[in-house]
């Protein structure tokens, strides 16, 4: 019998994380999870098992990264599936938040990621093999939302170097797989996950409201399921050759596409002038 993967999955005490490793677990895969707290992750997965390594982990520290994925190769002997979902939602608008706030969601969403896969990487080399999942965002594709533009830089930013890091892993037999998911239901934009800016300008009407949908009419009633989307992530694992680029959902898919549409009418539109530029014209 073939043994199961081994996955290494970050941001893993709440939200789709959590979804994923106990979907994971159930079906007999082999998890390490991690999170800032490993009291919280066996308060809902339980204790160290054969199958199942809780790791407190500091994405924003290179150094106790590296050594969290030491202990997952000493425990398991290899890592064959990283699943980088760790981040948060940041909420406000470009002037109300300050250089900190920026930074900090920059560490955590943007730098912790590169943290992960600046240390797994050499263990997948070595191992010909693997497979790099980053988390990205719709938000992470479209960025008109008012009062996220933080928090979309954070996941453009994924966005872009996922796709460069997919032709870096290409000649390792490395697959790289960028998903941008649209509205799930968990508890990404409840208190305690999400963070809004500590000195609100009441000028941003349109952010205001923007903020308060989000808060109190999406929140709970999200249109995706993660059940659903954990199924979706060990699919893709399992496919021979899975896409760079993964829009995960109806909503996402709107999006995609409403951009998508933007961009073509604007480029056609503007073709001649675009093209204008060319040094032949002169």
């Given at each position: 019998m073939k043994t199961k993967k081994v996955w290494f999955v970050t941001g893993a005490s709440k939200g789709l994380g959590l979804t994923l490793v106990k979907?994971?677990?159930?079906?007999n895969y082999r998890v390490a999870a991690t999170s800032r707290s490993v009291q919280s992750?066996?308060?809902?997965?339980?204790?160290?098992?054969d199958d199942f390594l809780p790791l407190e982990m500091n994405l924003t520290d290179n150094e106790n990264v590296k050594l969290a994925i030491a202990k997952t190769f000493n425990h398991f002997g290899k890592?064959?599936?990283?699943?980088?979902?760790?981040?948060?939602?940041?909420?406000g608008t470009l002037e109300e938040l300050s250089e900190k706030e920026v930074l900090s969601s920059f560490e955590v969403n943007v730098l912790g990621s590169l943290h992960v896969i600046r240390n797994i990487a050499p263990h997948f080399r070595k191992q010909n093999a693997?497979?790099?999942?980053?988390?990205?965002?719709i938000g992470g594709y479209i960025g008109s939302f008012p009062g996220f533009g933080i928090y979309c830089a954070t996941k453009f930013a994924?966005?872009?170097?996922?796709?460069?890091?997919a032709e870096e892993m290409k000649a390792f037999n490395i697959h790289t797989t960028l998903v941008y998911p649209g509205y799930f239901r968990t508890n990404f934009l409840s208190k305690g996950s999400v963070q809004t800016a500590l000195n609100p300008i009441a000028d941003y009407k349109a952010a205001r409201e923007m903020e308060q949908a989000h808060l109190k009419e999406i929140n709970g009633n999200q249109p995706n399921d993660?059940?659903?989307?954990?199924?979706v992530l060990i699919a893709l694992s399992n496919a021979e050759q899975p896409?760079?680029?993964?829009?995960m959902g109806k909503d996402a898919y709107q999006y995609a596409k409403l951009k998508?549409?933007?961009?073509?009418?604007?480029?056609?539109?503007?073709?001649?002038?675009?093209?204008?530029?060319?040094i032949s014209n002169t």
């Open positions: 979907k994971l677990l159930a079906e992750l066996t308060n809902e997965l339980g204790e160290l098992t890592i064959d599936v990283l699943v980088n979902n760790a981040g948060y939602a940041l909420i693997g497979h790099i999942f980053n988390i990205s965002s994924v966005a872009g170097f996922t796709e460069a890091l993660p059940e659903k989307a954990a199924d896409p760079v680029h993964f829009f998508i549409g933007l961009i073509q009418t604007s480029m056609a539109q503007y073709e001649v002038l675009a093209k204008s530029t060319d």
